[in-house]
């Protein structure tokens, strides 16, 4: 079975700083997705980057990338230039790329960023 | 529509007392998916489904809950006799093609049971 594990349960920076999450996982699938999602207080779920294990390049979206690590089994989320709309409730998430498409989810990492 | 849509939004039921939960998802998405969160926690699985079919409900509880998506549409997940336990958000999500890699979810259903 895949874990996922974010052992930041808070974490807070001042806005405009750069802020790194963390995020590692265990599986024995060779291909697989990672996701990064963010709750705000409203309780959407928004996909803020996605990242296929098989491209070797990380995911950029925006403000927003990865530093995915195959062999670490770790995919961090680094946020720049870091906004007040940022401030939210972030999951990593994993999904096998064959088989049930479930996504399964780390315990989350609530981010405040400060004025 | 423009977004996976859930109904109601919010739910104060009885114990004991039975609850459907309404999931449209985004127009054209084959592929369905249900999840409970609770307070803090992220998302776990319940079931999905591809078109009409259900593909896995490895995640439901219990036999108390079940899931249905009759025309590969619009999809009913019920919680029969209810109980505090069940209380979280049962947030629904759909995904354009069966790979799924692209998965986006609905504002979700709060559930809370007195």
């Known amino acids: 079975a895949q874990t996922v594990t974010q052992s930041q349960p808070e974490m807070s920076v001042q806005e405009a700083e750069t802020v790194t999450l963390s995020c590692t996982y265990d599986?024995?699938?060779?291909?697989?997705?990672l996701f990064w999602y963010k709750q705000p207080p409203s309780r959407q779920m928004i996909l803020v980057i996605r990242q296929e294990a098989y491209k070797q390049q990380n995911a950029t979206e925006n403000r927003f990338s990865v530093n995915f690590q195959k062999a670490a089994k770790s995919f961090s989320l680094k946020i720049s230039d870091s906004q007040l709309g940022d401030t939210a409730m972030y999951f990593c998430?994993?999904?096998?790329?064959?088989?049930?498409?479930?996504?399964?989810f780390g315990q989350g990492t609530r981010l405040t960023i400060n004025p | 529509g423009a977004g996976v849509s859930q109904s109601p939004r919010y739910k104060v039921t009885k114990r004991g007392q039975d609850v459907a939960l309404r999931c449209d998802p985004i127009s054209g998405h084959v592929s369905l998916y249900w999840y409970r969160q609770a307070l803090g926690q992220g998302p776990e699985f319940l079931t999905y489904f591809n078109y009409e079919a259900q593909q896995d409900k490895s995640g439901l509880p219990n036999d108390r809950f079940s899931a249905e998506r009759p025309e590969g549409s619009i999809s009913t997940l019920t919680i029969q006799r209810t109980e505090q336990r069940d209380s979280a958000m049962y947030r629904c999500?759909?995904?354009?093609?069966?790979?799924?890699?692209?998965?986006?979810f609905g504002e979700g259903s709060w559930l809370t049971v007195v």
């Open positions: 599986t024995s699938e060779s291909n697989y997705y």
């Open positions: 999500a759909s995904s354009l093609t069966i790979s799924g890699n692209t998965i986006y």
């Open positions: 998430a994993f999904m096998k790329s064959q088989g049930a498409q479930k996504l399964v």
